[in-house]
């Protein structure tokens, strides 16, 4: 079997009458699906059978490769970072300056009672003095626990902001002509990354099939990530009756990584940190502003994902747009 790195890509026939158009002008989902369709997609690869009634199209995912770049937190991150949690800065401030204070005062006590302890005459000062070590002692833990837990939560949120960053700079092929990082979506689509062997994609390709309609209505896009090397097809069967359905369908899993180095490494920290077996196959789903929004191990719930998530279209569409679930 072919390593998922050297995997090459299947190219379709070229559109020569596609134009290409800029992503960044799309405000909504409508416009994606219009600008993108899926037969200009390069990972949709067609197979056709003609008969009077019907066609049979094979579909096939594919990958590409680059080498990894440096995992470092960037600034963008600190930004956010300090947007999010504009009085971390100004407490740490604090904390340190009030760990500083009781440490000077338990110093100077420290130094006043040793004195009292060599001196009879200062014997009946001795229970102040060791009253007043005593809270110096309590403020200096307190502050210092105060600090180190503001620290540490200000280093897994520049983490998870960091792993963001990461995601948002990932790439995707939409079309022959195309390829856009992830961020480019942003309040048009919900990605939900699927993640696994062959076998894990076609069986979630198989179990979306019922909700295609109501997950494109949300803004699902689904980004399938093969990790063991194998390429899935997918056999749809089109006739005149599910024109429209086969339509959406290949609209729903039209995109696909490419550069899989940075796809892998991405994923595998992700893993990491959740504590979940690099082998298990898991989903991501993300926000429209591209956040991770849930993420678990085994096929991607999406009766669940209908359930929770409002529409990108109608009356709902600018009251909910802010309820896709809390960030993780």
Known sequence: MASLANAPYILGPPNTHHKPHNINNNNNFKSLCHHFPFHRNIWWVSA?????????????????????????????ARIRSEVLTPFRSVRMFFYL????????????????????????????????????????????????????????????????????????????????????????????????????P?????????????????????????????????????????????????TKRKRLWQLAPVYTSEWSKWLAEQKKLAGVPSESPVYLSLRLDGRVRGSGVGYPPWNAFIAQLPPVKGIWSGILDGMDGRVL
Do not use: H, W
């Open 48 to 76: 056709t059978t003609v008969t009077p009634k019907r066609n049979s199209s094979t579909i096939t995912c594919f990958a590409a490769n680059k080498p990894s770049s440096s995992n470092e937190i960037s600034s963008t």
């Open 97 to 196: 300056a009030f760990i500083a204070s009781g440490a000077l005062g338990g110093f100077i006590a420290t130094t006043q009672l040793i004195a009292a302890l060599t001196n009879s005459s200062k014997t009946a000062d001795i229970p102040e003095m060791l009253k007043g070590l005593g809270i110096d002692i309590g403020a200096v833990s307190l502050f210092a626990f105060l600090y180190y837990r503001e620290n540490n939560a200000k280093n897994l949120q520049l983490a998870r902001l960091s792993r963001e960053e990461s995601l948002s700079n990932l790439k995707l092929r939409v079309d022959q002509k195309r390829i856009i990082p992830v961020n480019s979506l942003r309040g048009i689509a919900r990605l939900v990354i699927c993640a696994g």
């Open 198 to 246: 062959a076998s894990f994609i076609l069986e979630s390709f198989r179990q979306s099939e019922p909700f295609t309609e109501s997950l494109l209505d949300r803004g699902v896009l689904v980004v399938p990530f093969p990790t063991d090397g194998s390429l899935p097809s997918f056999e749809i069967e089109e006739n005149e009756e599910t024109k429209e359905i086969t």
